[in-house]
Structure formats: structure tokens, C-alpha cells
């Protein structure tokens, strides 16, 4: 999911008794009525405790792939020269989602 602040919020905190997992953090600058204003844009998603690596891993692919999206592409990834595309796409995110985990989950917040 993506969301908008004004700060950068921290990488994990507590958010309806689930664990609100921030990343691929960004700014962008923006005119309001008081002048230019800093808006910072991220991704989030929710998972159960206990905070695991392969969780976090896991919501971040599944927020942008469906799993029949993700079977698909591992099974078609030789079909096409479009299908092989598409299949390092889905593996250089994964790569990312990775490094995002181990971005959150080196995050000092209290929960």
C-alpha cells in the first residue's frame, strides 16, 4: 500500500494490532500555502506478530504480485523474450524486498 507524510515515519510501528512495515521510502517537494513543503511517500504493509524476516519479505512481493502472478511468471519466465523480461522484473524486486526487510527490521522503534 502506499501512503504519504509529512516526516519520515519510522520502518516499523504498531498500527491496529498489527506491525505497519515501512519502505521504499521517497520525497517529493511541493507547493501548499505556506511554500514548499517536503513530502515524504512510502509503502507499508501489515504483518502479525511476531516480526519475521520471511514475512516481511513475503507482504512486501505479495503487495505488488498475486502468488497465481507469481506462479505464473516462474513458469512462462522461458516462453517469451516478454515473459523472461517480466521474470527478472519480479526477481530484481524480490532482491529489493530483501533489503527492505533487513532495513525494517534493523529499525531501533519500540513496539
Known amino acids: 500500500m502506499k501512503a504519504e507524510s509529512a516526516e519520515r515515519l519510522p520502518a516499523r510501528s504498531m498500527s491496529r494490532g498489527k506491525v505497519a512495515c515501512r519502505y521504499n521510502y521517497t520525497e517529493t517537494i511541493r507547493d501548499n500555502d505556506t511554500g514548499p513543503a517536503t513530502i515524504i ?50 526477481q530484481a524486486y524480490r532482491l529489493k524486498a530483501k533489503l527492505w526487510a533487513d532495513q525494517i527490521l534493523a529499525d531501533q522503534a519500540v513496539l
Request: aromatic share 10%.
Open 41 to 90: 511517500g512510502f509503502d507499508y504493509v501489515l504483518i502479525d506478530l511476531p516480526l519475521a524476516r520471511s514475512a516481511i519479505i513475503d507482504a512486501i512481493i505479495s503487495d505488488r504480485y498475486a502468488k497465481s502472478a507469481e506462479i505464473a511468471m516462474i513458469n512462462n519466465k522461458e516462453l517469451s523474450e516478454d515473459d523472461a523480461a517480466e521474470y527478472a522484473d519480479y
